[in-house]
């Protein structure tokens, strides 16, 4: 079954494009070809951190504030729904190599 990632990529492109030389890169392909450790690390610990904060405060509201505890629930699992949308969608175009908007997986 093919991935439907040609409009998402030129979206991509259009929205968030990085203009190098003559072409127009998505931020993972110039970040690609441009890596740094020390903003790999920040990043990193940024993104362990996406799930068990969020859930710390929750805990906390929980116990303060019961109403503020729901409103902040439900805009949690909006953000949980919303990288669902992207694990299931737009993840490929990140973790493989477009070749003709043919998908080719880099992973085994």
């Known amino acids: 079954m093919p991935v439907d990632i040609e409009g998402l990529y ?3 492109k259009k ?3 990085i203009t ?15 890596t740094d450790k020390a903003a790999d ?3 990193a610990a940024f993104y362990l951190c996406w799930i068990p904060v969020p859930l710390m405060f929750a805990f906390y509201l929980y116990l303060e504030n019961k109403n503020i ?3 902040f629930s439900f805009a949690f699992f909006v953000s949980i729904a919303s ?3 992207f ?3 737009i993840l490929p175009l990140h973790h493989g190599t477009c070749v003709s908007m043919d998908f080719i997986s880099i992973l085994p």
């Open 41 to 43: 690390l920040l990043t």
């Open 10 to 12: 030129n979206l991509e």
């Open 83 to 85: 990288a669902l949308l």
């Open 20 to 34: 190098e030389g003559n072409s127009v890169l998505t931020p993972n392909e110039f970040f690609l070809l441009h």
């Open 69 to 71: 505890f729901l409103r």
């Open 87 to 89: 694990i299931i969608h």
């Open 15 to 17: 929205i968030f494009g």
